[in-house]
């Protein structure tokens, strides 16, 4: 049985600016097409997947970003979308800082690892799980070794500090089986005689050189970020379908941006070795504005969001607002480019009710009609605007019974 949404009121309009309010094309509203979803303003079914879309070629990447003020629903959204995307035979992997999936997790067998500073659980970003060429890998670890530490040094890595590092990793590589953080920077802190043959350099001041690189990344082993994504991790992720990475106790450190660089990474990493499982995954992302905030973490996080589709991995970043993006970095600095590139090429935007404050930066930024304008501060908890490819719907998210034990937050029943 379907319903309308009840808390819009009627509009009166022409059918120039309806026309922004109903499909343009049926890829999005054909029940054949994906998971139910909900319905749309006029009571119709919306369902929605977007590898099938991206198959279709609807859209050109399948990403999505989620925009929404706080308990507007885009948590209770997500997590319906992980269920019905492992019923599907998905797998969905979780960026967790928040701890607001573990609930979700346990509910469904999902494997919940909580990573504390100095704590008993760790993951290894650069370890290799098998199928990527040697060469992918290395040059996906060293990019993950640059942003890290130029993410805690907050500059950029001068030539002689990138070399160092390409140094260290590769002595890492020759000699381990699975390098990690811990061996890279051991490497760094004592070079070897096989590190300066390769560097090509007599002059042992390269030390002295890339000794801020190696005290910054000293942190993710010794100090205040240690012992999380520093070793090796013993975990069996052959039979996991869904993995939630909780950062809770690291929600309001300084650190978190670059734990989570390494959390995504290591995603990445697992989820592009297929190993027989279903090619297509989830990996999701919230509080994603603790990437952005950081210049080196949002480039970062430009290059794998590019790099997923080839893997068959659909992101889905959560924000709060719109501005989360053009908030972050000065007018005209790369940062702010970066994250407006992050939502202009983002291909699927689900924007729930947003402040009126935001209305100007979603007009210019999107394309958002006035209507849809109007109806953006309103909106109800549970329904959004979906903007997917050239399409965009009003759509009113339903969570079944049995899903809401999972997912509700709050631990009150909806109705
Ligand atoms: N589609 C929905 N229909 C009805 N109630 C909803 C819906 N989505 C969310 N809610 C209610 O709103 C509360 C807040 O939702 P949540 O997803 O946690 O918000 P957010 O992640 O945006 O902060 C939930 O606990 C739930 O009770
Ligand atoms: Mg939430």
């Given amino acids: 049985m379907t319903r309308r949404v009840r808390s819009i009121s009627p509009h009166e309009t022409t059918v120039f600016d309806l026309g922004g309010l109903t499909p343009l094309v049926g890829a999005i509203d054909d029940p054949a097409n994906g998971m139910y979803l909900g319905e749309d303003l006029m009571g119709r079914p919306f369902t929605f997947d977007p590898f099938e879309l991206y198959r279709r070629g609807t859209i050109t990447s399948p990403n999505q970003l989620i925009v929404g003020q706080i308990g507007r629903g885009k948590s209770a959204l997500v997590k319906a979308m992980v269920i019905r995307h492992l019923a599907l035979g998905r797998r969905a992997f979780i960026v967790d800082p928040k701890g607001e999936y573990t609930a979700l997790g346990a509910a469904l067998g999902g494997l919940v690892i909580k990573l504390t500073p100095g704590g008993d659980q760790c993951v290894n970003p650069m370890s290799s799980h098998g199928h990527r060429s040697r060469d992918k890998q290395r040059s996906s670890h060293l990019s993950l070794l640059e942003t890290i530490a130029a993410t805690t040094m907050g500059r950029s890595l001068k030539p002689i500090e990138r070399l160092a590092l390409e140094a260290a990793l590769d002595g890492a590589r020759r000699e381990e089986r699975q390098p990690s953080l811990r061996s890279v920077v051991g490497r760094l802190l004592a070079p070897t005689d096989q590190v300066f043959a390769s560097l090509q350099i007599d002059d042992r001041s390269v030390i002295n050189e890339s000794r801020d690189v190696a005290l910054e990344l000293r942190r993710l082993i010794d100090g205040d970020l240690r012992g999380m994504v520093d070793g090796q991790e013993h975990l069996d992720l052959d039979e996991q379908p869904l993995v939630i990475v909780d ?13 989570m660089v390494c959390v995504m990474a290591w995603m990445q990493q697992v989820l592009s070795d297929r190993q027989g499982h279903a090619s297509q995954a989830l990996l999701v992302i919230d509080e994603a504005w603790a990437l952005l905030r950081d210049v080196n973490a949002a480039r970062w996080l430009q290059s794998a ?81 979906w903007q997917v490819g050239a399409t965009t719907q009003v759509v009113h998210h339903r969570v079944g019974r049995f899903e809401w034990a999972m997912i509700d937050t709050d631990q009150m029943l909806a109705p």
């Avoid at 950062?247 to 650190?255: D, E, H, W």
């Fill in 247 to 259: 950062l809770s106790a690291l929600y309001s450190s300084a650190g978190l941006s670059v734990v």
């Fill in 305 to 385: 969001w590019k790099l997923s589709r080839a893997w068959g991995i659909s992101n889905l970043a959560v924000l709060h607002r719109i501005s989360d993006l053009s908030a972050v970095g000065n007018e005209g600095s790369e940062q702010r480019a970066l994250a407006t590139s992050l939502l202009l090429e983002t291909e699927v935007r689900t924007i729930f009710a947003q402040n009126a404050s935001e209305l100007e930066q979603l007009t210019r930024r999107l394309q958002v009609t006035e209507i849809q304008r109007d109806l953006l501060v309103r909106l109800p908890r549970g329904t959004a605007l």
